[in-house]
């Protein structure tokens, strides 16, 4: 039985979660640790059964890390044999190159050059074909699970939930590296991401509480989620508690109607952050940081194995921090603690379970009228709550396993599984109920206890196989998704003025307990999906078609009403890819969106209907052969229907519709010394239909047609100043529209556009003495010029936004 009041999840997960640190720290204590087995060859375990030599070419590339530096020409139509077992690279290659007409030589520690024999005269082989210059493959030196070097990666795994290139996926991607969450200081999800295209945030004074992420138009935070963490979601609500970047191995955004493959989403997209894992080589990193409002931060990330077979391996990360805010008596306090452990008995078989802990302690930003932000006249570091009512406080469980096996013909089998528990206190004064008249703000006390929690479970079989000239990845699954969200929420008695140029505090207000304005929703979500990757030539056809059942249940404390309902639907995906030989490869595709909503209609007295979306999107992307440079461009169209609409009366209206289109362009690229991002998007979301008149023709709240932005970093070692990097950026954000200034202020209003800069500096000891190798220090500035901003969704939801604030870091990695 599942307990809906979340009290019995939450002594089970904190429990849980108890033993599980109390056994990895008694395991970690009793068991040496030893590096990992050093190998006298370059022995490796392949698995490349018979099919086309190409395919097997790629395949060797992909398992045994080295580049492969060929003409495709000359092993077209070739069929290979099969190579199982272990074995080194070089009897891989033989095995592989039996019975065909091809040479292989080591031209470097890590390349390898395919050739057709020698030709018997002018360049033209014994068999009449002519010998040409050879280009390289780059074998698999990354996966969409795993770290990268630098800021360009070119797998993920959001868009298809396997292991595939980017370039070879018909929606667009971004891969947000864990060295780019690095250099810039992320510390938040929405940091991470504001170098992101078609990403918009509210200002910092909200994220570093919850992420609430809009893509391409669309609020992803919410019960139907896009918010997810190892491709399972991470979200009952949006309060339940952000993701910590220095948790993330990377960050990837899939961006438009993604439902064939993730279920029941807003059709903006997904955040998918992958979780640290254990390493194959030991890792050992401290870091100390000191910054602004008296931040003081330490982070550490351990890995190494744990038995002298080196088959169970642990990966300990941790952050915590004490440190105050920009706003006046606000703390920014945080614990974060992620254990990890990886059982790999054999190349074919794996067992991660990850876990997590983390404990924010701080004060909620209340948000304020428009024309008190757009005036100054409230002071951007005041505080506005009460010093002996405010807080927020939030603690977040998580428990769950990746499990992985890939039998003898080929067939991987994935099952992966989450629990997570939220609880969260917040009190605030709300600031937003009427401007400033005369210096006085007057408050109304808001009081909330609330609990969630979620189980997501997720199978899936995937194969590689050939049929006739083809050559396909075929995926197969299930998931489960059960959700709980119980919020209990009250308010003042009465309104608590508040001189906002000569402040003093009241102190405790009085509530009105009687009257519970929250509710309890409870869902279950169920769905089956499949998937093929067909590849012909230089063609790659993806389709992909998934049914969900959902049953939502939900109990208004203040109206005393329950209501539940049961819907489905189907959400399929196409899409096209065509691949030239020299890196450019175009594309088109169509997806869907499904996401139900729990209510009636007031027009109709029926069941609200689902959420649906439908994306059309062309792009071009270019991946130059050899680089590390990946460009990418789109257009698309993205529509929701059966949009909700609510009047002064809380009534709900289901006839809203919104499109959204755009363009976005992006470069990431890593040259020499050089590393550089660059990103434009065009996102033109236009309210076509609305219960609210005078809303219909506008453009989204929170969503700027334009934005741009660009970052680089160089090091300056070829310009004789070993151990020095420094990077800097630019992030523009253009003007938001208000939707409801119309109706409330009687004539249309907008946020202004801003300017901010960012940069960086850091110094690498190791190049000053060779002792101090592993040692750094990089320092940091957000806002560098302290530009005075803030967002708005809506006329009484604005927030400042960050100053300058600056941060030291000092890192050990031995």
């Given at each position: 039985?599942?307990?809906?009041?979340?009290?019995?999840?939450?002594?089970?997960?904190?429990?849980?979660?108890?033993?599980?640190?109390?056994?990895?720290?008694?395991?970690?204590?009793?068991?040496?640790?030893?590096?990992?087995?050093?190998?006298?060859?370059?022995?490796?375990?392949?698995?490349?059964?018979?099919?086309?030599?190409?395919?097997?070419?790629?395949?060797?590339?992909?398992?045994?890390?080295?580049?492969?530096?060929?003409?495709?020409?000359?092993?077209?139509?070739?069929?290979?044999?099969?190579?199982?077992?272990?074995?080194?690279?070089?009897?891989?290659?033989?095995?592989?190159?039996?019975?065909?007409?091809?040479?292989?030589s080591f031209t470097g520690a890590n390349t390898v050059t395919i050739l057709a024999n020698e030709p018997t005269d002018g360049g033209i082989n014994a068999d009449g074909s002519i010998q040409l210059d050879p280009i390289v493959i780059k074998g698999q030196s990354e996966s969409a699970w795993g770290p990268v070097e630098g800021y360009v990666a070119t797998r993920a795994s959001a868009g298809t939930k396997t292991d595939a290139p980017i370039i070879e996926t018909p929606q667009s991607v971004t891969v947000v590296t864990k060295d780019l969450l690095t250099d810039q200081k992320a510390a938040s999800l929405a940091d991470a991401l504001v170098y992101t295209p078609g990403v918009n945030v509210q200002s910092q004074a909200f994220s570093r509480m919850v992420d609430d992420v809009m893509l391409r138009g669309f609020n992803l935070a919410g019960g139907s989620s896009g918010m997810l963490r190892d491709g399972m979601k991470l979200q009952s609500n949006v309060y339940d508690g952000g993701q910590e970047p220095y948790g993330l191995e990377r960050v990837e955004v899939l961006r438009g109607a993604s439902s064939v493959l993730y279920g029941q989403l807003a059709p903006g997209g997904i955040i998918n952050g992958v979780s640290k894992r254990p390493t194959p080589e030991p890792l050992h990193e401290v870091n100390l940081e000191y910054g602004s409002y008296q931040k003081k931060q330490m982070s550490f990330d351990f890995s190494d194995a744990l038995d002298a077979a080196d088959t169970l391996r642990y990966r300990l990360t941790g952050v915590m921090r004490d440190a105050d805010n920009w706003v006046?008596?606000?703390?920014?306090?945080?614990?974060?603690?992620?254990?990890?452990?990886?059982?790999?008995?054999?190349?074919?078989?794996?067992?991660?379970?990850?876990?997590?802990?983390?404990?924010?302690?701080?004060?909620?930003?209340?948000?304020?009228?428009y024309r008190d932000v757009s005036s100054g006249r409230i002071p951007r570091d005041l505080f506005?709550?009460?010093?002996?009512?405010?807080?927020?406080?939030?603690?977040?469980?998580?428990?769950?396993?990746?499990?992985?096996?890939?039998?003898?013909?080929?067939?991987?089998?994935?099952?992966?599984?989450?629990?997570?528990?939220?609880?969260?206190?917040?009190?605030?004064?709300?600031?937003?109920?009427?401007?400033?008249?005369?210096?006085?703000?007057?408050?109304?006390?808001?009081?909330?206890?609330?609990k969630s929690y979620g189980v997501?479970?997720?199978?899936?079989?995937?194969?590689?196989?050939?049929?006739?000239?083809?050559?396909?990845?075929?995926?197969?699954?299930?998931?489960?998704?059960?959700?709980?969200?119980?919020?209990?929420?009250?308010?003042?008695?009465?309104?608590?003025?508040?001189?906002?140029?000569?402040?003093?505090?009241?102190?405790?207000?009085?509530?009105?307990?009687?009257?519970?304005?929250?509710?309890?929703?409870?869902?279950?979500?169920?769905?089956?999906?499949?998937?093929?990757?067909?590849?012909?030539?230089?063609?790659?056809?993806?389709?992909?078609?998934?049914?969900?059942?959902?049953?939502?249940?939900?109990?208004?404390?203040?109206?005393?009403l329950e209501s539940e309902q049961k819907d489905s639907a189907f959400s399929g995906r196409a899409g096209l890819v065509y691949r030239?030989?020299?890196?450019?490869?175009?594309?088109?595709?169509?997806?869907?969106?499904?996401?139900?909503?729990?209510?009636?209609?007031?027009?109709t007295g029926e069941n609200l209907k689902p959420d649906e979306g439908l994306q059309y999107e062309a792009g071009i992307r270019y991946q130059p052969p050899g680089t590390d440079i990946l460009l990418s461009a789109a257009v698309y169209e993205l529509t929701q229907k059966n949009v909700v609409s609510f009047d002064a009366f809380g009534d709900s209206y289901q006839v809203g519709k919104v499109r959204s289109r755009g363009v976005e362009l992006e470069a990431r690229a890593e040259y020499e010394d050089l590393g550089i991002i660059a990103s434009y998007a065009y996102t033109d979301t236009k309210i076509l239909d609305s219960a609210l008149d005078y809303e219909v023709g506008q453009q989204q709240d929170m969503v700027p047609r334009h934005t741009f932005s660009i970052w680089a970093d160089y090091k300056l070692d070829s310009l004789g100043v070993a151990g020095l990097k420094i990077g800097g950026g630019l992030r523009y954000i253009g003007k938001t529209n208000v939707t409801d200034?119309?109706?409330?202020?009687?004539?249309?209003?907008?946020?202004?556009?801003?300017?901010?800069?960012?940069?960086?500096?850091?110094?690498?000891?190791?190049?000053?003495?060779?002792?101090?190798?592993?040692?750094?220090?990089?320092?940091?500035?957000?806002?560098?010029?302290?530009?005075?901003?803030?967002?708005?969704?809506?006329?009484?939801?604005?927030?400042?936004?960050?100053?300058?604030?600056?941060?030291?870091?000092?890192?050990?990695?031995?």
């Open positions: 039985m599942i307990d809906n009041t979340g009290h019995g999840h939450r002594r089970w997960s904190a429990a849980l979660m108890m033993r599980t640190a109390i056994g990895l720290t008694a395991l970690l204590a009793a068991l040496p640790i030893s590096p990992a087995v050093a190998q006298a060859t370059d022995a490796r375990t392949f698995n490349i059964p018979s099919q086309r030599l190409n395919r097997a070419l790629r395949d060797l590339a992909d398992q045994s890390g080295v580049q492969l530096a060929y003409r495709t020409s000359v092993a077209s139509g070739a069929i290979s044999p099969a190579v199982n077992g272990t074995m080194s690279t070089k009897q891989a290659l033989s095995r592989l190159l039996s019975g065909s007409n091809l040479n292989y006046d008596d606000v703390p920014d306090d945080k614990i974060y603690i992620a254990p990890a452990l990886t059982w790999q008995p054999d190349a074919a078989t794996s067992l991660t379970i990850l876990s997590s802990y983390q404990h924010v302690n701080t004060r909620f930003a209340t948000p304020l009228d506005l709550g009460e010093p002996d009512f405010d807080l927020y406080k939030a603690d977040l469980y998580t428990l769950g396993y990746l499990f992985e096996h890939e039998f003898d013909s080929g067939l991987k089998l994935r099952q992966n599984a989450r629990y997570f528990h939220s609880d969260v206190d917040w009190h605030y004064m709300m600031g937003n109920l009427s401007p400033t008249v005369d210096g006085s703000l007057d408050r109304l006390a808001s009081y909330r206890k609330e997501t479970l997720d199978t899936s079989l995937e194969q590689t196989f050939d049929w006739g000239a083809t050559e396909h990845t075929a995926l197969f699954g299930v998931d489960y998704y059960r959700r709980g969200y119980n919020s209990h929420r009250y308010r003042g008695t009465d309104f608590v003025p508040l001189d906002v140029d000569d402040p003093v505090y009241s102190g405790y207000p009085d509530l009105n307990f009687r009257t519970d304005r929250g509710s309890d929703n409870v869902s279950d979500q169920l769905g089956i999906y499949f998937q093929d990757q067909i590849k012909y030539e230089n063609w790659i056809l993806l389709l992909g078609g998934r049914y969900d059942w959902s049953d939502s249940s939900s109990t208004n404390y203040q109206r005393r030239f030989d020299n890196g450019i490869a175009p594309y088109v595709s169509i997806s869907q969106s499904f996401s139900p909503q729990i209510g009636i209609d007031s027009l200034s119309i109706d409330v202020l009687g004539e249309p209003v907008s946020v202004p556009g801003y300017l901010l800069a960012d940069a960086m500096v850091s110094y690498d000891f190791g190049a000053l003495d060779q002792k101090y190798d592993g040692l750094s220090l990089t320092v940091n500035a957000r806002n560098l010029f302290d530009k005075k901003f803030y967002t708005c969704a809506g006329t009484t939801g604005c927030r400042y936004g960050e100053p300058l604030s600056v941060t030291g870091t000092l890192s050990y990695k031995w």
